[in-house]
């Protein structure tokens, strides 16, 4: 079972940029489905990035296309999420979420995917 922690997490102003780090460990390495969401408080959870480590294709939530990049450093087993422009409902917990399957898709990592704890991100206006 893999173990992911995520850090990164702050407060900052609209306009403003954070990044993510979610440090992987605990499996054998080999191409993951990996990626992030998001819950801001009384709401439902929130697919915004993924990515295949074989192939590094992505995908970005349509909230979030052309402010945050997803990347993944496979030595250092470390998942990022570059999140610039950053606006007030981009407030909540971001968790980090891991699966082995080729099949890379948000709903895929949603219903049977690896989770770490969250870290918070605050945007104020």
């Known amino acids: 079972q893999v173990q992911l922690v995520e850090s990164g997490g702050g407060s900052v102003q609209a306009g403003g940029s954070l990044r993510l780090s979610c440090t992987a460990s605990?499996?054998?390495?080999?191409?993951?489905?990996m990626g992030w969401f998001r819950q801001a408080p009384g709401k439902e959870r929130e697919g915004v990035a993924d990515i295949y480590t074989g192939t590094s294709n992505t995908y970005y939530a349509d909230s979030v296309k052309g402010r945050f990049t997803i990347s993944r450093d496979n030595a250092a087993n470390t998942l990022y999420l570059q999140m610039n422009s950053l606006k007030p409902e981009d407030t909540g917990m971001y968790y980090c979420?891991?699966?082995?399957?080729?099949?890379?898709?948000?709903?895929?990592?949603?219903?049977?995917?690896?989770w770490g704890r969250g870290t918070q991100v605050t945007v104020s206006s």
């Open positions: 979420t891991a699966v082995d399957s080729s099949v890379c898709a948000l709903k895929v990592l949603g219903t049977i995917g690896s």
């Open positions: 605990g499996y054998t390495y080999r191409p993951y489905c």
